[in-house]
């Protein structure tokens, strides 16, 4: 694999700019949720650096799930509107109030099927709290309770989320050069 800086198009979001926006939210999340049995459900895999910083930042006793979706397969960019649970929840929702953590909505697929599924199982409330909203991409309308930033329409890594399944130890937000990146792939197919 490849250094991130040969393809890095630019920081998009630097990790100082991250932990003080997740602060806030934690904060938010605190207050909002004072008294109630509140359960993160982190969508795998993406989510998960969100979460454990997430986590830390949220002041109330609380729980953590997780469960993992695959929408755009592997190596995949767009998403297929298709998706399939890979990996079910192991707790009874119906006495929780849930917040669903992901690493980004885009077209709005994954989201709105897992809603849909963990709905049935009448959880006491179900939000959304997504660190990135890629909202021009927006495909099926998902009402977000929290945001931790807007971003342009640009293919973005790091911080959870993958590329071809790497990159997501990365502390900061990159968007990726696609050309260079492609270039790359292209030459190692080559060799
Ligand atoms: O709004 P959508 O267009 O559905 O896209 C958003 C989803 O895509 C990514 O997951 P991915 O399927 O790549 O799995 P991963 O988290 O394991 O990388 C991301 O983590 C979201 O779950
Ligand atoms: N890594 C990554 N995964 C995504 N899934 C949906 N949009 C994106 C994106 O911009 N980057
Ligand atoms: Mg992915």
């Not at 890095?8 to 949720?33: A, F, H, M, P």
């Not at 992901?102 to 849909?116: A, F, M, Q, R, Y």
């Not at 997504?130 to 021009?136: F, G, P, Q, R, V």
Request: hydrophobic share 40%.
């Amino acid at each position: 694999m490849w250094d991130y800086r040969e393809f890095l198009g630019e920081v998009l979001i630097d990790s100082d700019t991250l932990q003080r926006r997740i602060q806030e939210l934690g904060e938010q999340i605190s207050k909002d949720y004072e008294g109630k049995k509140l359960l993160l459900v982190c969508i795998l895999r993406g989510g998960v650096m969100f979460l454990t910083d997430l986590m830390r930042s949220i002041r109330i006793p609380h729980a953590i799930e997780f469960m993992a979706v695959s929408s755009y397969g592997v190596g995949g960019r767009h998403s297929s509107g298709q998706v399939r649970i890979t990996f079910d929840l192991n707790t009874d929702i119906s006495e929780w109030d849930v917040i669903l953590v992901e690493d980004i909505i885009d077209s709005g697929h994954t989201l709105h099927s897992v809603l849909e599924l963990l709905s049935i199982r009448q959880p006491k409330s179900l939000s959304v709290c997504a660190l990135l909203d890629k909202s021009e991409r927006r495909e099926v309308e998902i009402p977000l309770k929290y945001i931790g930033f807007e971003i342009p329409n640009k293919f973005v890594f790091g911080y959870g989320l993958d590329i071809d399944d790497f990159y997501r130890n990365l502390p900061f937000i990159g968007v990726v050069n696609l050309e260079k990146y492609n270039a790359l792939i292209h030459q190692q197919e080559k060799e």
